[in-house]
């Protein structure tokens, strides 16, 4: 195994297993869990939106030009599409209740294909750059922090055992690296054109999940200084990615 290919299988872990530990809380501590999901669910919203709007876009648009968005544009909808109509990408631990035992085969399959695209996400980037692929990975690992949250509460609510839980969320989550090595193997055999449109891909998917699914969550049901708060978790999460933009040049 060569050593690029070492670090891309860390970051792809980086960016799946390690984010399970939202869900290891829940398992431990609910009342943690919950206090944690308040916020990193809008700190979560502001780091995709500025992998997104901040890295893969304009990585897009300076390899193909304003056909970029388009690609932006039509897999936002195709993540709109496919979550309405086949799978959900990502369930909060509040709205578990609402959930029939099921959807949660439905659950599973919409997160391991969220997971896939995770893969390709960071192998994409880190075929473009080292350090694009460790600020995907970590932006990656924010975000799936609180969306396992979401998947044990799911899961335990609907009457699985933490033990199965556990072992459902780790196998799904493991899914990011065979996406991460199908866009590393796939572009050493020439095809290096298709890593913007699968950056493209990611940035439509990851706008979708900060502008619809987690954004819309700051002031549901919220006080004016909770909301305020979450406010300056998103703007916290957006600084982090344009902090992590300058300490670690593309």
Do not use: C
Not at 79 to 108: D, G, N, R, W
Not at 124 to 153: K, M, N, Q, R, Y
Not at 204 to 215: E, I, K, P
Not at 229 to 244: A, D, E, R, S
Request: aromatic residues 12%; proline residues 4%.
């Amino acid at each position: 195994m060569t050593d690029s290919l070492l670090i891309l299988v860390l970051l792809a872990l980086l960016g799946s297993v390690a984010g399970l530990v939202g869900g290891v809380v829940f398992l431990v501590k609910k009342d943690w869990a919950r206090v944690l999901s308040i916020y990193a669910i809008p700190y979560a919203a502001g780091v995709l939106l500025a992998v997104s709007i901040l890295h893969l876009i304009p990585e897009v648009v300076d390899h193909i030009g304003r056909d970029g968005y388009l690609y932006v544009l039509l897999a936002f909808l195709g993540a709109f599409i496919f979550e309405k109509y086949f799978a959900s990408l990502h369930h909060h631990e509040e709205h578990a209740e609402t959930m029939q035992k099921s959807t949660i085969p439905l659950v599973i399959f919409g997160d391991t294909i969220h997971n896939f695209i995770d893969g390709v996400a960071i192998g994409a980037a880190f075929l473009t750059s080292p350090s694009f692929g460790l600020v995907v990975a970590l932006s990656t690992f924010l975000h799936e922090t609180p969306h396992e949250i979401g998947d044990f509460g799911v899961l335990i609510s609907r009457g699985w055992s933490r033990k199965r839980t556990f072992i459902a969320n780790f196998f799904s989550s493991l899914v990011t690296i065979p996406g991460a090595l199908f866009v590393y193997f796939f572009a050493r055999d020439g095809q290096t054109s298709i890593i913007p449109i699968m950056l493209a891909i990611s940035a439509g998917v990851f706008l979708y999940l900060g502008a619809s699914d987690f954004l819309p969550e700051i002031g549901e049901n919220d006080g004016k200084s909770r909301t305020i708060k979450k406010i300056l978790f998103v703007i916290l999460g957006v600084f982090t990615i344009y902090l992590l933009s300058i300490f670690l040049p593309e």
